[in-house]
């Protein structure tokens, strides 16, 4: 039986040489260049790229041989490239879209396939879902043009994405501030594209980096998978603590998600950094514009909102809606729960390295520590706490659904539950304006429940409620 592939929240994902098989990257490249060709891109560029996981560089490879196979043209970039990198490659070169071979934050088992369109964005659901429709059943339908005749006709040209990129980022943010800060910053690459970022932009002044997991190791060792979140980022905290940095800088796998820790060694949720980002550039920058929220992200930003007169829109989770809203909008700033937040002047995707740079910048702009700027945050808007679980399901996943729906609980860990919202997944608004949303994952097959409240103490009895709501306990 030919295996399917889907495509989810940003892109395909599967099990190295279970699923994720020469062949079938093949296949999924076939699909990717026919609707290329489709939308009338015949003979342009397409950027292909790639992360340090297990033979990443030769599916990379292999993806160039089909999109050349297809009269296609390939800038292949010349080493493990951070998705935000690649992105932007995409707008300084006039391409028509890119394909990047990572699988971001999953565990080290895993390769992905992730796409782009010409303004380096995740494409519409709609397009994705073309693109799986154009999928060939069998590889032998999937062409292909050796790689070493694809270079040589100059079909396919190596080349290094970094150098306009960096020129790019400095229009953005103050980096020679930053350099004279005097910080000590300790950076945790996760063993992934992010490695000697940090350093190549902010080395030479007074502030100094440390860079930790900044190799290429496949099986991500001191951490479970190069997610930015505890327990993954735990070696990282205590490196802040044991070098009395200022602050963690952590970049994801692929690098184009963020985490923060401050001073004393303590991680700052990716709520509760996404609307810290917000309120610097309404702030300590003065901007304005849209926000624009996945459903699983904090209602900080709403309140924010009020506060400077600007607009928020909320979207199902992904930046394949995300990416769409900001540019119809003309956002200020979007992001979601997982920790990627993309800015207005960059690209419609999310960035870790911008992000890192903008929460230095603002602890240059403000003269505050982490923990200052994270009480000027709840001085405006009040404390909110934040977890999730991820759980492995078992059954049908429209039998378990249907279970959820029915459930109507009338409340959550002692609060009422006031709306159900369905748009993506199962999010229960709660009366203190907090909110659990369960959802099925569109990377993995796990189920995640997560939770926002202005009640700490609530949030343990939310999320229990809520496992017993999706038939976990």
């Known amino acids: 039986m030919t295996y399917k592939i889907k495509f989810g929240t940003d892109g395909w994902r599967g099990e190295i040489a279970e699923d994720y098989t020469f062949d079938n990257v093949r296949r999924a490249a076939q699909g990717f260049a026919s609707y290329l060709l489709e939308q009338g891109f015949a003979g342009r560029w397409v950027v292909v790229g790639h992360d340090k996981r297990f033979q990443s560089e030769n599916f990379a490879a292999a993806v160039a041989e089909v999109l050349a196979a297809n009269g296609l043209n390939v800038f292949l970039t010349d080493g493990a490239t951070p998705t935000p990198v690649i992105s932007y490659a995409v707008v300084d070169k006039s391409a028509c879209g890119a394909v990047n071979i990572t699988a971001s934050h999953n565990p080290p088992t895993d390769n ?121 980022i735990d070696v990282g905290l205590r490196a802040t603590v044991e070098n009395k940095a200022d602050v963690l800088l952590v970049t994801d796998g692929d690098a184009d998600r963020c985490g923060i820790g401050d001073e004393n060694g303590e991680f700052i949720n990716q709520l509760r950094v996404y609307a810290l980002l917000a309120l610097y550039l309404l702030e300590a920058r003065g901007e304005r514009g849209d926000i624009v929220k996945t459903l699983s992200t904090t209602t900080m930003l709403n309140k924010l909102g009020k506060l400077y007169n600007v607009p928020v829109h909320e979207t199902g989770v992904g930046f394949k809606y995300v990416a769409p809203k900001m540019i119809e909008t003309n956002a200020l700033i979007g992001g979601e729960e997982s920790g990627g937040y993309a800015f207005r002047g960059n690209v419609p995707e999310r960035d870790g390295i911008l992000a890192n740079l903008y929460f230095l910048d603002f602890m240059v702009r403000t003269g505050k520590k982490p923990t200052e700027l994270l009480k000027m945050l709840f001085d405006k808007v009040g404390e909110h706490y934040y977890d999730r679980v991820d759980t492995p399901f078992s059954g049908d996943r429209r039998t378990r659904e249907k279970m959820i729906l029915d459930a109507k609980p009338e409340t959550l860990g002692g609060l009422k539950v006031t709306e159900l919202v369905t748009v993506d997944g199962f999010q229960f608004k709660l009366e203190d304006g907090g909110w659990l949303l369960i959802r099925f994952s569109g990377t993995e097959p796990i189920m995640r429940i997560y939770c926002e409240t202005t009640r700490e103490d609530k949030v343990k009895a939310i999320l229990e409620d809520g496992l017993k709501v999706a038939g976990i306990q």
């Open 112 to 232: 992905g396939f992730k796409v782009r369109d010409s303004l380096g964005g995740a494409i519409y659901p709609e397009g994705l879902a073309r693109i799986e429709a154009l999928i060939p059943d069998s590889v032998q339908e999937a062409k292909r043009m050796k790689l070493k005749d694809a270079l040589r006709d100059k079909k396919i040209v190596y080349f290094d994405a970094s150098e306009a990129y960096m020129e790019h980022i400095q229009q953005l943010v103050d980096i020679q501030k930053i350099r004279d800060a005097g910080f000590t910053v300790v950076v945790d690459a996760m063993w992934g594209n992010g490695a000697g970022w940090f350093t190549k932009l902010l080395g030479g002044g007074r502030t100094r980096i440390i860079e930790i997991h900044n190799e290429r190791n496949p099986s991500f060792p001191e951490m479970i998978r190069p997610e930015p979140i505890r327990p993954n």
